[in-house]
C-alpha cells in the first residue's frame, strides 16, 4: 500500500495512494481544525477504502479539495503514476 501525503496549508492534508488487496486508490482528506479529527483523529472526508476506486475518482477527489496543482508538484513520482494508472 501506497501513502503520499499532499499538504494544502497548515491545518489540511490528503493523504493517498494505492492499496493491492482493495484493488484500487484511496484518499483520505484530513481537516486538523475540525471535531472529528480533534477528538479522533479521523478524516473529513475519503473514498476507495474496503474497496478501492478508480484514477478518475481521486483526481476528482483532489479537484473537490483544490489540491490537483500541489499534489503533482508535491509527490510528483506518485501523481505521475496515479495518471498512468499505475499503483503509487
Given at each position: ?24 486508490y ?14 479522533k483523529g479521523?478524516p473529513?472526508?475519503?473514498?476507495g ?14 479537484e473537490?479539495?483544490?489540491?490537483v496543482?500541489?499534489?503533482r508538484?508535491?509527490?510528483k ?10 499503483p503509487?
Amino acid at each position: 500500500m501506497g501513502r503520499n501525503r499532499v499538504i494544502i496549508d497548515e491545518n489540511h492534508c490528503i493523504l493517498y495512494g494505492y492499496d493491492g488487496p482493495c484493488n484500487g486508490y484511496f484518499a483520505q482528506y484530513f481537516d486538523k481544525t475540525s471535531k472529528l479529527y480533534k477528538e479522533k483523529g479521523q478524516p473529513s472526508d475519503e473514498i476507495g477504502f474496503f474497496k478501492g476506486v478508480s484514477k478518475n475518482r481521486i483526481i476528482e477527489f483532489f479537484e473537490k479539495h483544490n489540491a490537483v496543482d500541489l499534489a503533482r508538484k508535491q509527490t510528483k513520482d506518485a501523481f505521475d503514476n496515479l495518471i498512468l494508472d499505475l499503483p503509487c
